[in-house]
C-alpha cells in the first residue's frame, strides 16, 4: 500500500467527496417537474445519490490503498468486507447503465467482439465496459479479485470467468446448490466448507489476516440493514403506500452494493424514518391509489420512469416486487454465533436459488398481505432463471386467487428488445381488465 | 453395418416387457446407480415432432432442447414409468425441473442431481460423495434398498463401456474406426436408451483393426452440446469431411478422459469418474484447462478445423464459444460455428459454408 495514494485517498474522501457534492448540488439543474400524478419525492433521494455518486468517485483513488473485488448482487460480501475490500457491482453498473438508455450502445462493444447477443445484457453491458473502459461513473477500477455466486445464475459464473480470463485475474466462486425441494445438510455442509476455504486465498489477495469477530460485526450490521430493509418494505403494506416498488428499485441499491458497511445500515434508518412519517400523515408515492399491483422480475431500467407514469396516471401504484423483497427475505437465517452455516442458509436459498413453489408461495402471501389487486411480469429476455416458469406461475396465480395478470416482454437493460406499441397495447388491456374486475368486487 | 435399434421402438419394447424406464434429461448423472434400481435411463435431448404445447409454457428464447424436452413430457408418454430426472446443467433446466415437478404436475416422480460447477478440490469431491449418498436415498424411497452388489456390477459395466467407448474413440481419431459420421455418432447416440449390457454388446461388435485405414478426407473436431442433425452429418460424409473427434456434451464430454481402474469401492468410483470427466461448458470450469483439452484433441486426431454446433440460446454454450474461437483463430485453426435448433434440414446457406469450410481445409492439405 502506498502512502501517497492512501493519503490520497483520504484526501478524496475527506474533502474531495464532500466538495464534489456540495458542487453538484449548487450546479443541479431545476428539477424536472413531477407529473400531478405523483405525491411529494423522497427526501432520502437526494441522500441515496450522494451515497452512490461518493462510492463511485472514491473507487477511482482506491488502487493501491485497499484490493478492490467486483462481486455478484447474491454472493456473501460479509466475507470480503472482513478483509476490507472496496466492492464494485457489475450488475448495478449495468443497471446504472440501461437506466441511461445507453445499455445497446455498450452491449454492441460486447458483440462486436464476438459475444453473442443472446447472453444476459447485464454481462454483455459489462464486458464492453470492460472491453472499452466507458462507463457513466466516470472511472472503474480493475480489480483485483473477483467473487461471484451461482445463487442468481449460472450466467454470472461464465460472465466472471470471461473477465477473469481477460484480465487475467483471480477468481473465487461460491458454488450454492440450486433447493429443489430443500436444502440438505449435504448442501450446507458444502457452502459452508467452500467459505472456510476462501479465507488463505482472501488472506493471501488481500494481504490480510482474517479475524472472526470482525466478520460477526459485519454479519450484524448486514442482518441489520436487511431487516430495515424488509421494514421498509412492509410499510408498503399501508394505504396509501407511502413509495412506488419504482422508488424501491433505487433504494434497493446500497442493500445490495454496500451491504455490512456502516453507511448501508445508517441510510435504511433515515429511510425507514421519512417512510413511516408518510403512513403515519397518509402521504401517498402517488396522489390517488385506487389499485394495488406486485411486480415481477427484474426492473426493465430504461423505461422505469415510463412505467411508473403510466400507472400512477390510471391510479395504479406497485406496492411490492419480488425482485425488492429478495435481499430481505432470507436475512432471518444469519447468525453471528454460527457464521458460516447460517450464510449457507441465507446465501443458498435466496428466490433466485429456489424452486418454483417457493417462489408461487411467497407471491401469493405477497398479494395477500400487501393487499394486490393484480400482477405485471417482466419477462425479460435476459434472465433465464427469473423468467423460465413465468407462464405457469402466471396460471397458478390466476387459477387460484383469480389474479389479472400481464406478461411484458422485454430486456432489463438492452432497450432494443423493447416495442413500445406492443406493450402499450398489453398494458392498457391489463388495466382494463383490472379495473373492470375490481369495480365488480 | 451396425445393427442399432430404433430408439422408440427399443423403449417401447422394454416397457411391455415391465422394465421400469426413466426419463433422463441432459446431461451428466450417475447412470450406474439407475442401472442398480433396475431403471433403465431413456435420456431425451431432442425428440422429434412438432413444438406444439410447450410454447404455452416458455418464452421464444429457451433453446430447443428445454423446450422440445417439455413438449416430450407434455405428452404423457406411457414408457416412462419410473419418472424424470433432471441433472443440474444449466439454468433453463434447473428452472424445468421445478416448473414440470411443483407447477405443470407429471403422474410420475421427478427428480433431481445437482452437478457442482467451478472449479473442483476437494471439498467439491466430498459434496459430490454426499450427493450421491442422498441420491440413493431418494430412489430407494421409492424402489426399496438398494443392493449393493448390484451396485458394484453396474459400476463394472459402466467401466467396461467407457473403456471400449475410449478405445473407439482414440481408433476414431487414428483413421482406425471404419465408420462414416453418421453411423459413428448413432453408435455413441445408442447409448442414451439401450440396456448396458446391450450397449456393450454392440461396441464390442465394432471391430478395431491394427493399422489405419487409407484416409485422404479433410479432418475436423465438433464442438457443442450434440452432434450436428443426421442430414448435416450425411452431408460431411458427402463431401468427404471426416468428423474425426469429438467435443460434445452428449459424446466425449461424458466418457472420462483416462481408464479408469476397475471399480473396488462404488462410491468412490463414482465420484472418480466425475471428476475425471473432460472439461464441458456446463460445469463451468477453468477456460485454460477447457482450451489446453480441446487443443490436445485437435492435436490427437489431427483435425485441420473445428465446427462449433451451437444450440440455439444455449447459454453456457455461448459464453465458452466466443473465447474458444479467439484462442483457436490466434493459433491459426479454422473455425465454423453453425445454430442449430435440432431439427429441420440443412438450409442452402448451411450447405455452402460447410463447403467453404471443406475447400478451405483441401486447400491447406495441397499447399
Ligand atoms: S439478469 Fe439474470 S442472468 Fe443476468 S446476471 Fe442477473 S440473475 Fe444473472
Ligand atoms: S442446450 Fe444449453 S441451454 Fe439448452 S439445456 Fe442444454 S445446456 Fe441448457
Known amino acids: 500500500m502506498s502512502l501517497a495514494k492512501s493519503l490520497k485517498f483520504k484526501f478524496m474522501k475527506d474533502y474531495g467527496a464532500p466538495a464534489l457534492l456540495t458542487f453538484q448540488n449548487f450546479k443541479k439543474r431545476k428539477p424536472r417537474p413531477i407529473p400531478e400524478a405523483f405525491g411529494p419525492p423522497l427526501k432520502a433521494n437526494q441522500r441515496l445519490k450522494e451515497i452512490l455518486t461518493r462510492h463511485y468517485f472514491l473507487s477511482r483513488y482506491v488502487p493501491g490503498v485497499k484490493k478492490v473485488a467486483w462481486v455478484t448482487s447474491g454472493a456473501p460480501v460479509e466475507l470480503l468486507r472482513a478483509f476490507d475490500f472496496y466492492t464494485i457491482y457489475p450488475e448495478n453498473h449495468s443497471a446504472l447503465v440501461g437506466a441511461k438508455k445507453q445499455g445497446a450502445d455498450y452491449c454492441g462493444i460486447a458483440e462486436s467482439d464476438g459475444f453473442s447477443q443472446d447472453l444476459c445484457s447485464y454481462a454483455r453491458i459489462d464486458l464492453g465496459h470492460m472491453l472499452s473502459g466507458k462507463t457513466p461513473a466516470g472511472k472503474l477500477p480493475k480489480p483485483d479479485l473477483l467473487f461471484c455466486s451461482n445463487n442468481i445464475c449460472q450466467t454470472v459464473l461464465y460472465w466472471y470467468k470471461a473477465i477473469a480470463h481477460e484480465l487475467d485475474i483471480p477468481l473465487i466462486h461460491f458454488d450454492a446448490p440450486f433447493v429443489t425441494t430443500q436444502q440438505t445438510e449435504a448442501d450446507v455442509r458444502y457452502m459452508a466448507q467452500q467459505l472456510q476455504d476462501m479465507i488463505p486465498v482472501l488472506e493471501r489477495i488481500s494481504g490480510k489476516i482474517f479475524y472472526l469477530d470482525d466478520l460477526e460485526v459485519i454479519l450484524k450490521r448486514s442482518m441489520e440493514s436487511s431487516q430495515t430493509w424488509g421494514t421498509i418494505l412492509k410499510e408498503m403494506q399501508a394505504k396509501p403506500a407511502p413509495m412506488t416498488i419504482f422508488d424501491a428499485f433505487g433504494h434497493l441499491a446500497p442493500i445490495v452494493s454496500l451491504r455490512g458497511l456502516p453507511v448501508a445500515e445508517d441510510y435504511y434508518h433515515i429511510l425507514l424514518e421519512e417512510v413511516q412519517d408518510r403512513v403515519a400523515r397518509g402521504i401517498g408515492a402517488i396522489t390517488e391509489e385506487r389499485y394495488r399491483l406486485i411486480w415481477d422480475n427484474i426492473a426493465i431500467w430504461y423505461k422505469v420512469r415510463y412505467l411508473a407514469t403510466f400507472f400512477a396516471e390510471r391510479k395504479m401504484n406497485f406496492v411490492s416486487a419480488t425482485y425488492t423483497n429478495a435481499w430481505a427475505e432470507t436475512t432471518g437465517y444469519l447468525d453471528v454465533k454460527d457464521p458460516w452455516n447460517s450464510m449457507a442458509k441465507t446465501y443458498g436459498q435466496i428466490i433466485l436459488n429456489n424452486n418454483l413453489k417457493h417462489r408461487l408461495d411467497l407471491m401469493k402471501s405477497m398479494i395477500n398481505d400487501y393487499g394486490v389487486h393484480g400482477m405485471v411480469m417482466h419477462s425479460t429476455r435476459s434472465c433465464k432463471p427469473y423468467s423460465v416458469g413465468q407462464f405457469d406461475l402466471r396460471k397458478a396465480l390466476n387459477t387460484e386467487l383469480d389474479l389479472p395478470a400481464v406478461i411484458l416482454d422485454a430486456d432489463i437493460a438492452d432497450e432494443r428488445v423493447w416495442s413500445e406499441q406492443q406493450i402499450q397495447t398489453r398494458l392498457e388491456a391489463f388495466c382494463e381488465t383490472l379495473e373492470d374486475q375490481v369495480s365488480a368486487t | ?367
Open chain 2, 1 to 367: 453395418m451396425m445393427n442399432i435399434p430404433n430408439r422408440k421402438e427399443y423403449l417401447q419394447q422394454q416397457s411391455q416387457s415391465g422394465q421400469q424406464i426413466m426419463g433422463v434429461l441432459p446431461a451428466l448423472y450417475p447412470r450406474e446407480m439407475l442401472w442398480a434400481f433396475d431403471i433403465l435411463p431413456a435420456e431425451i435431448w431432442d425428440p422429434p415432432g412438432d413444438i406444439l404445447h410447450a410454447n404455452a409454457h416458455l418464452q421464444a428464447t429457451i433453446c430447443p432442447v428445454v423446450k422440445r424436452s417439455l413438449e416430450f413430457i407434455l405428452k404423457e408418454p406411457d414408457i416412462i414409468n419410473a419418472g424424470y430426472l433432471f441433472p443440474h446443467t444449466c439454468d433453463s433446466l434447473q428452472n424445468l425441473a421445478t416448473q414440470v415437478k411443483d407447477l405443470i404436475g407429471v403422474p410420475v416422480p421427478v427428480y433431481s442431481f445437482y452437478n457442482p460447477k467451478g472449479e473442483f478440490n476437494r471439498t467439491t469431491r466430498q459434496y459430490y460423495t454426499d450427493i450421491l449418498g442422498d441420491f440413493q436415498t431418494i430412489l430407494e424411497q421409492q424402489h426399496g434398498s438398494l443392493d449393493r452388489k448390484k451396485l458394484s456390477t453396474a459400476c463394472k459395466l459402466g467401466h467396461k463401456i467407457d473403456s471400449r467407448r475410449l478405445e473407439l474413440q482414440n481408433a476414431r481419431m487414428t483413421d482406425r474406426l471404419p465408420l462414416s459420421n453418421s453411423e459413428y455418432f448413432q453408435l455413441i447416440r445408442a447409448g442414451e436408451y439401450l440396456q448396458p449390457e446391450d450397449y456393450l454388446k454392440l461396441l464390442d461388435a465394432i471391430s478395431i483393426p491394427d493399422e489405419p485405414i487409407p484416409n485422404d478426407k479433410a479432418r475436423i473436431m465438433v464442438s457443442g452440446i450434440l452432434p450436428p442433425h443426421p442430414d448435416m452429418l450425411e452431408y460431411f460424409d458427402d463431401l468427404h469431411l471426416s468428423l474425426v473427434a469429438d467435443d460434445l456434451l452428449a459424446g466425449s464430454r461424458r466418457i472420462p478422459r483416462i481408464k479408469l481402474d476397475p471399480p473396488q469401492d462404488p462410491m468412490e468410483y463414482l465420484t472418480e469418474r466425475f471428476f475425471l470427466l473432460p472439461p464441458c461448458s456446463t460445469k463451468a470450469g477453468s477456460l485454460d484447462e477447457r482450451f489446453r483439452y480441446l487443443n490436445k484433441r485437435i492435436g490427437n486426431s489431427q483435425a485441420q478445423g473445428v465446427l462449433f454446433n451451437i444450440v440455439k440460446f444455449c447459454e453456457p454454450e455461448l459464453f465458452d464459444h466466443h473465447l474458444m474461437v479467439k484462442a483457436l483463430k490466434d493459433t491459426g485453426i479454422p473455425v465454423l460455428s453453425m445454430d442449430t435448433e435440432l431439427q429441420g434440414g440443412l438450409s442452402g446457406q448451411d450447405k455452402t459454408r460447410i463447403e467453404a469450410l471443406g475447400e478451405l481445409l483441401r486447400d491447406r492439405m495441397v499447399s
